[in-house]
């Protein structure tokens, strides 16, 4: 009998041993989650592909607004860190660029539909990947345009914008309607143009240069074509330009959801306004890129960033490496896991995409997939941001009202910069 006992613990031991040798020759998953409102579609997903492979995966979410104190944390935790991390930014580059595998020619960046929205490190190692963004430009009514004698087609550049609007704009009385809202400065609406239009200017300067980060000085390449839009924002309005200090953000989004105007620059968040405040119907709308003039921008596609980028811990074990970029691919190109990003993260920059509810994530897929450009967000780079914005704001005011120069709007892009960029160090 102790023979057949011991034999018995014998094998169960071999076979313990055989299951841990399996499980560490298959590795693991641990994902430290940076939106605690996406806590429980990850559990499920996780639990799903753990069902379909056999292969653990563990999401812990951290509280809002202590990533990077929980990250720091779980970091020290050597073999139990997390092997998959959320890094937003350069800055979160420089901290844990060290520790970070290089992702360049793996299995997820080949299924990615572009690499503008991945971090990259001084050697020109893909160290994260860019998941999901937010997108804005010019959204469209596109039933006002056609009664207007025009369709989307006909926009493809500044000059086609132009015209268009121009044309509108002499016949408002007439149509009922004109072409652009009003292009308000107060404060509630000021940051479209202060931040997202002046990204135009400062994306062309930057690509020009090979600005990567933050510089301390810039030059004002593209100004003038930032003039060029901003001029036809106030003078294709029925919005008066010397009351401009005190148009609000929700005056514009009026105008354009009760159907007094074609063009409304914002961004993807407005759909759920725009369809349901507004009751717009959503096969009526369509967002273009911003056209400012620039050689080539035909090309272009949406003003697109995004600070959600999948990072994989290099000091994990080799094992769980693979485990997590397995699991990964898994996320971007099942049919389970590709449900789950379009519902909680929109558009997702992966040729498996679902189709997202939301018209203008749409618009920004289609345009990637045509091979488009994305105008990245350059404005990230703005030292400083509340004051330099400011300075240009209350430049852009005078200037519309008639009561400053285009200089003054020059002088608090170019020279604002530089002050700011020397009250941060």
């Known amino acids: 009998m102790k023979k ?6 014998a094998l169960c031991l071999m076979f313990s041993l055989a299951s841990f040798a399996a499980a560490e020759e298959a590795g693991s998953v641990y994902y430290l989650n940076f939106k605690p409102e996406a806590d429980q579609a ?40 997390p092997t998959l991390i959320q890094v937003g930014n350069k800055q979160g580059l420089d901290t844990w660029g060290y520790t970070l595998l290089d992702l360049t020619g793996t299995d997820l960046l080949n299924e990615l539909t572009t690499t503008d929205f991945n971090l990259v490190d001084a050697e020109g190692k893909t160290k994260a990947v860019g998941y999901c963004y937010e997108a804005f430009g010019i959204i469209v009514n596109k039933e006002l345009l056609e009664k207007a004698g025009y369709t989307v087609a006909d926009i493809k550049d500044f000059e086609s914008l132009k015209k268009v609007a121009d044309d509108i704009h002499a016949r408002a009385a007439e149509l009922g309607f004109d072409a652009f809202t009003s292009a308000g400065l107060d404060g509630s609406s000021s940051w479209r143009f202060s931040g997202h239009l002046a990204n135009m200017p400062l994306f062309y300067e930057f690509r020009d240069d090979g600005v ?29 330009p010397k009351k401009l200090a005190t148009a609000t953000g929700d005056q514009a989004e009026a105008e354009f959801g009760e159907g007094k105007a074609v063009f409304y620059q914002n961004g993807t968040w407005e759909y759920a306004n725009l369809t349901g405040n507004f009751n717009m119907n959503k096969d009526n709308l369509v967002m273009i890129p911003i056209y400012c003039g620039v050689a080539g921008e035909e090309n272009a596609a949406l003003c697109a960033g995004t600070e959600n980028c999948w990072a994989v811990n290099s000091a994990a074990s080799e094992a769980n490496q693979k485990a997590t970029l397995d699991f990964l691919k898994w996320v971007v ?93």
Do not use: H
């Open 333 to 425: 190109t099942s049919e389970e896991g590709t449900k789950m990003m379009a519902e909680q993260f929109g558009p997702i920059p992966f040729k498996a995409a679902k189709e997202p509810e939301n018209v203008f994530f749409q618009d920004a897929n289609k345009l990637l997939a045509e091979g488009k450009y994305v105008v990245t967000w350059a404005f990230n780079f703005t030292p400083d941001v509340d004051n330099w914005r400011a300075g240009v704001v209350s430049a852009l005011t005078q200037y519309s009202a008639g009561e400053g120069q285009w200089d003054a709007v020059v002088s608090e892009f170019v020279d604002g910069w530089a002050k700011c960029y020397q009250a941060i160090q």
């Open 42 to 81: 990850w559990q499920d997903l996780a639990k799903i592909y753990t069902d379909q492979t056999g292969v653990q995966v563990k999401v812990i979410t951290a509280a809002s607004g202590q990533y990077d104190t929980t990250l720091t944390a779980e970091m020290e935790k050597g073999d139990a860190a």
């Open 212 to 240: 990567t980060e933050m510089p301390a000085t810039i030059k004002g390449t593209y100004l003038e074509n930032y003039k060029k839009i901003w001029d036809l924002y106030i003078t294709d309005s029925a919005a008066d």
């Open 4 to 9: 057949w006992t011991a034999l018995f613990l």
